[in-house]
């Protein structure tokens, strides 16, 4: 894969990784949610009337969760689960930066295996916390039903994430450079890394947080689409064979949480495709 990188542009490797993780993260999510579940959500997207019980709008999200990290909170499957999503959060945080960082990483992993081995598992333990308090947090939410769960849940967990990345900043904070003549002294390589490992392990620990604003996000904009799409003046501005591609891309009523994953990893890519053309 490295190699296939090597030959685009560094924008679209630091926009393209990251929007198909997230995607891939989603493509199964329909998967987690019962048929009832499913006609929520859809009806919701498309402004139908419900014919199902009304439901939290966080709660599909939690489904998602538990299909991909397992229904247990607790248990080895669960951690080497959260693990797994960790290191590949991980890897493509490096992406998100550059397509440089992931070579000075690899670098350093060779040069100190122990100590970066040390590392990768810290950030993994953190890691599982930053998740098992997002799964907990949805959950409580879902029992309260309220309207703004999600909007809720961002602002509380990004407190506690914040929580989390302070302690694990005072935890490692005795190995780290303490003076200017020690900091002076670290291979620029080493630094590199260094400044490399702690933007990736800050995008990763906030993982939860990011995967539920770009679902909320998501699920504004196909709300918007469709209501556009039932305008008479949309077919001036979008010929109607653009929407019905657009319609078979995002089959809202049959898989709607694959729907909202295309979507976010859209908006995650033209999101991060600007930041790096402001660079």
Not at 109 to 124: E, R, S
Not at 227 to 245: A, C, D, H, K, Q
Request: net charge positive; aromatic share 16%; glycine share 6%.
């Amino acid at each position: 894969m490295a190699g296939i990188l090597d030959y685009l542009p560094e924008w679209i490797a630091a926009a393209g990784v990251p929007a198909g993780s997230v995607i891939g993260f989603f493509w199964k999510g329909d998967d987690a949610l019962s048929q009832d579940f499913k006609q929520w959500l859809s009806q919701k997207i498309l402004r139908m009337k419900l014919t199902v019980p009304d439901i939290s709008s966080i709660e599909p999200l939690g489904k998602v969760f538990d299909l991909v990290y397992g229904p247990r909170y607790f248990g080895l499957i669960t951690f080497l689960r959260v693990a797994a999503v960790s290191t590949i959060a991980l890897a493509v945080s490096c992406f998100m930066i550059g397509k440089e960082p992931v070579s000075s990483l690899w670098v350093l992993g060779k040069a100190y295996p122990v100590g970066f081995t040390l590392a990768v598992t810290v950030n993994i333990f953190f890691d599982y916390i930053s998740v098992t308090k997002s799964r907990f947090l949805i959950v409580a939410l879902a029992k309260l039903h309220k309207k703004y769960a999600v909007i809720i849940f961002i602002f509380v967990d990004l407190i506690l994430t914040t929580i989390i990345f302070i302690v694990y900043a005072t935890v490692t904070r005795p190995v780290m450079p303490q003076t200017v003549e020690e900091l002076q002294s670290v291979p620029p390589i080493v630094m590199q890394a260094f400044t490399t490992w702690i933007s990736a392990f800050f995008f990763s620990t906030f993982l939860t947080l990011l995967l539920t604003t770009v679902y909320s996000v998501s699920l504004v904009l196909l709300i918007f689409f469709n209501f556009l799409g039932t305008r008479p003046y949309m077919r001036w501005l979008v010929p109607e064979n653009i929407l019905s591609i657009i319609r078979w891309m995002l089959p809202v009523e049959t898989l709607p949480i694959r729907s909202i994953g295309i979507v976010a990893g859209a908006f995650l890519f033209l999101f991060l495709a600007v930041f790096h053309a402001l660079l």
